[in-house]
């Protein structure tokens, strides 16, 4: 990886380059996550088909795969400050053209262009944390992915009554001017930050099973959080909610995943072997969607708990579990690039399947079903994380 080296300046200050943190990471979800409570009238006003709804999730996340296991490429050629600060234009741009451009086909075009955006912050932000503040990585990836799935909850909550006041083209583009901020804070906040050498880092463990399975691991679990993401104010319409009421209950939902990721980082240290950790989320998660399958008008507020609290405290437990199997900040950085590029890919397969179980069923019942599945599949991963092996003892 490039060897970095901040030059001092007594301006910007820590705390401007820390609120830009955190307003970079309020900007990362809500091209994806204002989409749910409004696809019913998106659908109704562009005859977006399911399958092609499921895409608007779909790439994106599939772009943060990609970008993921080219991390050190980019981090190489565009730099880190530069590239964040290429990543949020990019974001500002693709929310700016959903107005003009809000047919099916400009939609999947603006959420891939976003999904770049993301994908160019989220592969290098985490770098220029650790690099920077390495006495403080730990805390401001905290409020770096708090910020996240804040930007989430707010987008899910908010979608439907601006909706209704503006037109879901322009409630759409408006998530432009935050990102416009965010940009010209960052530029302002790093402009101090410079980086110097071209150094290389460790190779991707392509040739590690053990890798190969911490990056599935990772993928069946976020691929939980894309297929709620996408699907479950859908879903609830489909019972007779409101378009209000289902963004309402996934707002509620993020709200949940932040409390639960909070407090799995304070406790985690507790833990030595995250395997009691991880069966308890998973089982969560499990709940959840038997709540959703079984009974989901019922049962809708503890499947809203169960889910959050499982798939919110299931994320960092994945990236904690990865990095557990290196002990060299090269490694970890190979590894968790390998990890969360393989595992975004596969994770953008959910709500496309999802989309295709809906066209073909007319019901999404059948995608909490396949979820389910996967997520025993996770329970039979969990148990072979036993504390203390590295990843090179079992190349």
Known sequence: MPSERPVTSPFPSSALLVAAIILLGLNLRPILAAIGPLLDSIQAGTGLSNADAGLLTTVPVFAMGVCALAGAQLQRRLGVPRGIGIGIAIIAAACALRWPLHGSGGLIATAALGGLGIALVQALLPAFIKRHFPERAGQLMGLYTTGIMGG?????????????????????????????????????????????????????????????????????????????????????????????????????????????????????????????????????????????????????????????????????????????????????GALLGFVQGGGYIIASSMPFIAGLIRQHSSSLAQAWMVMAAGVVLLLLIAVRFAPGVRLAQLD
């Not at 909550?157 to 998530?175: K, R």
């Not at 940009?183 to 302002?188: E, G, K, M």
């Not at 049962?299 to 299931?314: D, K, N």
């Open 152 to 332: 989430a909850a707010i987008a899910a909550a908010s979608a439907s009554p601006l909706a209704q006041s503006l037109g879901w083209q322009a409630l759409l583009a408006l998530w432009a001017l935050p990102a416009v901020a965010a940009a010209l804070l960052w530029r302002r906040a790093s402009a101090a930050r410079v980086e110097a050498g071209n150094g290389a880092g460790a190779s991707l463990p392509v040739g590690s099973p053990r890798a190969w399975l911490l990056m599935v691991f990772f993928g069946i679990g976020t691929g939980a959080y894309t297929l709620v993401l996408a699907w479950l104010p859908p879903f609830y319409t489909e019972l007779g909610w409101s378009a209000a009421h289902g963004g309402l209950l996934l707002g509620a939902l993020t709200l949940v995943e932040v409390l639960a990721g909070v407090a799995i980082s304070s406790i985690i240290h507790r833990f030595p072997d995250r395997r009691i950790l991880l069966l308890s989320v998973l089982l969560a998660v499990l709940a959840g969607l038997a709540c959703l399958i079984v009974a989901p008008a019922q049962l809708a507020l503890p499947a809203v708990i169960l889910l959050g609290c499982g798939i919110g405290a299931l994320f960092p437990l994945s990236l904690i579990v990865s990095m557990d199997h290196v002990a060299d900040p090269a490694g970890a």
